[in-house]
């Protein structure tokens, strides 16, 4: 689950222009330390599909998968063949969070390579884990923890050179969904300050920040997409704000107001959106009138 499907049309300013896109099935050599493999399942709440990457120091042994995508053997497959190319071995996969679309490859993936899934839940990682630096065959990878898009959402920084692996914490295009209950706005507001600051200014050796994300192009210009969202984001909230002092009083009818009309197989998916925001504008009495979050 990704996009919050529309950007604000009051923000004048779009955001900073995306960088390159991968193809689908053509592994794309992004850093020293990283290469991206876009998955076959483009969709409505996956773009042009979910990003998988290979990690691998430069000289050192074995290579990190981080989020396989869709159980898809072609793309597994491909996968498991990039990471032994350039690694000899895998030694660990690496989940950014639970989502279907990030993690349904993972125990095959875990199959076929036998190295142990990573992620900040037990339901579905063979090791959890949290903040803090991981040595995964002379790799470097700080994990950070991101809630707000989902509570267990993960990002994984290489310091070695200012890159940053966002899953859907941050994405190439548009801004991430945030669905009630396991997402929150305050979270999320709270993760883009911490990974605004993290990516503010050059790396070793002047390597300039980059993100490689879950979805989409890569953001050679993170200082500015993460500028970008948070005020979208607050654009957003004031939406949600004016639409109850209007008079809308329902999920459902705040769902119409902001963002209809549209496919009505994605109404769930907006609800729960807007009942991010109204917890949000909620929890700082910020409603003009009580919203039932539940109706
Ligand atoms: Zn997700």
């Not at 950007?7 to 995306?18: E, Q, V």
């Not at 969070?97 to 992620?119: C, K, M, Q, W, Y």
Request: proline share 11%; charged share 20%.
């Amino acid at each position: 689950m990704t996009q919050d499907s529309t950007t604000p049309a009051s923000l004048s300013a779009g955001p900073p222009p995306p960088g390159p896109m991968a193809a689908t099935g053509v592994p794309y050599p992004v850093t020293a330390r990283a290469t991206w493999l876009l998955a076959p399942n483009p969709g409505p709440m996956t773009f042009d599909g979910t990003n998988s990457w290979v990690l691998h120091e430069p000289g050192g042994h074995g290579a990190v998968i981080v989020d396989p995508g869709p159980d898809d053997p072609g793309h597994l497959a491909a996968l498991v063949e990039l990471a032994t190319e350039q690694g000899g071995r895998v030694t660990a996969i690496l989940l950014s969070h639970g989502h279907p679309d990030h993690s349904d490859g993972a125990r095959e993936t875990a199959r076929l390579t036998g190295a142990p899934v990573l992620g900040a839940r037990e339901r579905w990682a063979d090791q959890v884990i949290g903040p803090g630096p991981l040595d995964l065959g002379g790799l470097r990878v700080d994990v950070l923890a991101t809630p707000g898009h989902s509570s267990d959402s993960l990002c994984f920084h290489l310091p070695a050179e200012q890159s940053l692996l966002t899953g859907d914490t941050v994405l190439g295009r548009s801004a991430p969904s945030i669905l009630h209950p396991d997402g929150r706005v305050d979270e999320t507001i709270d993760s883009l300050q911490r990974i605004a600051a993290l990516l503010d200014g050059p790396g070793p050796a002047g390597a300039a920040p980059l993100i490689l994300p879950g979805h989409g192009p890569l953001v050679p210009d993170p200082g500015g997409v993460l500028s970008f969202a948070l005020v979208a984001r607050e654009s957003r909230l004031a939406q949600v704000e004016d639409a109850v002092r209007a008079g809308h009083d329902t999920v459902s009818a705040i769902a119409d107001a902001l963002y209809g009309p549209f496919d009505e197989r994605i109404r769930r998916v907006i609800e729960m959106t807007v009942r991010a925001h109204l917890v949000y504008l909620h929890d700082r009495q910020r409603l003009a009138r009580p919203v039932p979050i539940d109706g």
